[in-house]
């Protein structure tokens, strides 16, 4: 009888073990709709889950302007991916449509427009930098790190991966040597599709869902439904992929934060199709 209570004690408690330690995967839906007569809406999303990166989104409506003071010992990218407006810098204006990056570098100071009637929407990352990241900051190319770093997403270098489908449109958004130890592009396919399942140990990633995204995410056993509009933290080291059914789309922005420059070799599995990769 003593065994038996024994057993049932172990059992249970290597149950309570195993859902509690079962892996989930972060998400957190953006708030697309202002309240009447708010102009300006913001929010830090999935807080503390990667060291040293913050992601906040920001919604400003009508004709609003915000002034962005940007802190020494950060760098920080700014992800449009609704509305229109322009970005003032330097006395340089930029405009901006949905789906643009935009990267201050040097400048401390922008000034973000909205257009007339129009609310705009864009996730602001900020990435503390570490007293190695300053050291290779300055190997970097130079118009790299002190020129504004300004384009639209289709407007950017495609590449293909052995994990994904011929039918599978692939961009680096953001290559790496611009801001140490990170790197993003997008991820775009009409369903059905599927992106094969993978590990990388050695980087930080959160995808952010564009328009139309409505795609199921697995990491291990977890699984969660990703649409649009959302961002989602893969956890780290998990096994995970990406699944999209018949008559729906396929579209996010995948963002790496590499551990450590050694890292980034992780990206020369994006095949440009050039014989030398200038940024890896």
């Known amino acids: 009888m003593k065994l038996k209570l024994t057993f049932f004690i172990f059992a249970t408690i290597l149950l309570s073990f195993t859902v509690a330690s079962a892996q989930e995967i972060p998400i957190e839906h953006l708030n697309m709709k202002l309240q009447p007569n708010q102009q300006e809406y913001s929010k830090t999303i999935l807080k503390n889950e990667i060291p040293g990166i913050k992601a906040e989104h920001i919604a400003l409506t ?137 590990e990388h140990g050695m980087l930080e990633q959160l995808f952010l869902g564009l328009t139309d995204n409505n795609v199921v995410v697995h990491a291990d056993e977890a699984q969660v439904d990703f649409p649009e509009y959302s961002v989602l933290h893969i956890p780290l080291g998990s096994s995970h992929s990406v699944d999209v059914t018949d008559g729906d789309e396929m579209y996010y922005v995948w963002m790496d934060f590499f551990r450590d420059k050694k890292g980034e070799e992780w990206l020369k599995t994006h095949n440009t199709g050039k014989k030398e990769k200038k940024d890896y």
Request: charged share 25%; hydrophobic share 30%.
């Open 62 to 198: 009508g004709k609003f302007v915000n002034e962005d003071q940007l802190k020494e010992g950060f760098k920080y990218i700014y992800l449009f991916v609704k509305g229109n407006g322009t970005v003032v810098a330097n006395k340089e204006s930029y405009d901006i449509v949905p789906e643009t990056i935009f990267l201050p570098n040097s400048i401390q100071k922008i000034s973000i427009n909205v257009a007339k009637n129009d609310t705009l929407h864009f996730l602001k990352i900020s990435s503390e930098l570490t007293e190695q990241d300053k050291l290779d900051l300055k190997e970097f190319p130079e118009e790299n790190t002190q020129n504004v770093y300004y384009t639209k997403f289709e407007d950017t270098e495609p590449y293909t991966e052995p994990i994904k489908s011929p039918n599978t449109i692939s961009r680096t958004i953001l290559p790496n040597k611009y801001i140490p130890r990170i790197a993003m592009g997008t991820v775009q396919a009409p369903g059905p599709d599927h992106v094969g399942a993978h």
